[in-house]
């Protein structure tokens, strides 16, 4: 092999490592764009545990008051 030989030669396996990083690149970004989501989603459930944790901490009281009243009224 002469010197044009191995130079082109390593010309293509750069062209190839640099296909196959771009390649690489969009999988990656498609990964993350689908983590971000993935990531919006579960905050949304954090949110609404927070609220279903309210929720339920409001209809306990009320049980509470309920039960008050009726032992107040068997006695």
Request: glycine share 2%; no cysteine.
């Amino acid at each position: 092999m002469n010197r044009l030989e191995i130079l082109e030669k390593k010309v293509k396996q750069a062209a190839q490592q640099l296909a196959d990083l771009r390649d690489d690149k969009a999988k990656l970004e498609a990964e993350l764009e689908f983590l971000r989501e993935e990531n919006k989603a579960i905050s949304g459930f954090g949110q609404e545990s927070s609220k279903w944790k309210a929720e339920k901490k409001a209809v306990f009281h009320r049980i509470e008051k309920v039960l008050k009243k009726l032992n107040s009224i068997k006695v």
